[in-house]
């Protein structure tokens, strides 16, 4: 079995500081993991993901996520909110191997304040 | 870019109805996935294709089917609608392989059943 955990619903930032969304994961064997954003009355956008190597990896819209084979997560990062970052986002987890289904998590809605 | 096209955006039936809601995508991807998103709960897989005429059980399956006659096409079929079943709907594509090819989301469907 394979689960996503993200732990805060909601998740708000100053415009100009760093952000976080928190995810962390479960799955048997070695990990791939994505994140999503959805903007309102849109399907999901491919952000960025975690196959194997550097554990800092980046991706779109200056986004990087950072992966922990210890602590099971993958944080999503950002240096410097913008409020055109205020979204839904949502972190993924599929087995290296086997078939291609992805388990998400539920969701953090992220917004950032002018 | 990878278009896939959900046909409608929003979409209303009665209970006892079958609902039919079509996705298709331009890419040529052999994976195909529909998905429904409720608040709190995030993203479940109801059903996925990997080739044609070829479908496997996610984990909400149940009031559902789904058809995949060519490639580029796949429907997902409410056989007899309850009002359970109001959601958002959500269909997806992918190329095969290794490497974790990110799935490709269409803007979605809201269904509504009264």
């Known amino acids: 079995a394979q689960s996503v955990a993200q732990p805060e619903d909601q998740v708000n930032v100053a415009e100009g500081n760093p952000l976080t969304v928190k995810c962390t994961y479960s799955?048997?064997?070695?990990?791939?993991l994505f994140w999503y954003v959805q903007y309102p009355n849109r399907g999901l956008q491919f952000l960025l993901k975690?196959?194997?190597?550097?554990?800092l990896v980046k991706g779109s819209y200056g986004f990087e996520a950072e992966f922990n084979k210890s602590q099971t997560s993958f944080h999503l990062k950002k240096p410097s909110a913008l409020v055109s970052d205020s979204a839904l986002y949502f972190c993924?987890?599929?087995?290296?191997?086997?078939?291609?289904?992805?388990?998400f998590g539920t969701g953090t809605r992220l917004t950032i304040i002018p | 870019d990878v278009k896939v096209t959900q046909s409608s955006r929003y979409l209303v039936k009665r209970t006892g109805e079958k609902v039919f809601l079509e996705c298709v995508q331009d890419?040529?991807?052999?994976?195909m996935f529909w998905y429904r998103q409720d608040p709190g709960l995030g993203l479940r897989l109801i059903y996925f294709?990997?080739?044609?005429?070829?479908?496997e059980k996610g984990d909400i399956p149940e009031g559902y089917s789904v058809s995949r006659e060519k490639k580029e096409r796949f429907s997902l079929i409410l056989e007899s609608a309850s009002t359970n079943q109001t959601s958002m709907y959500l269909c997806?594509?992918?190329?095969?392989?290794?490497?974790?090819?990110?799935?490709?989301f269409g803007d979605g469907t809201r269904l509504s059943i009264l």
């Open positions: 993924a987890v599929r087995r290296n191997f086997g078939n291609e289904k992805l388990t």
């Open positions: 890419m040529d991807h052999e994976n």
């Open positions: 975690y196959i194997t190597g550097d554990n």
């Open positions: 799955v048997s064997g070695n990990p791939y």
């Open positions: 294709s990997y080739d044609v005429k070829m479908k």
């Open positions: 997806a594509s992918s190329l095969p392989g290794e490497g974790g090819r990110p799935q490709h």
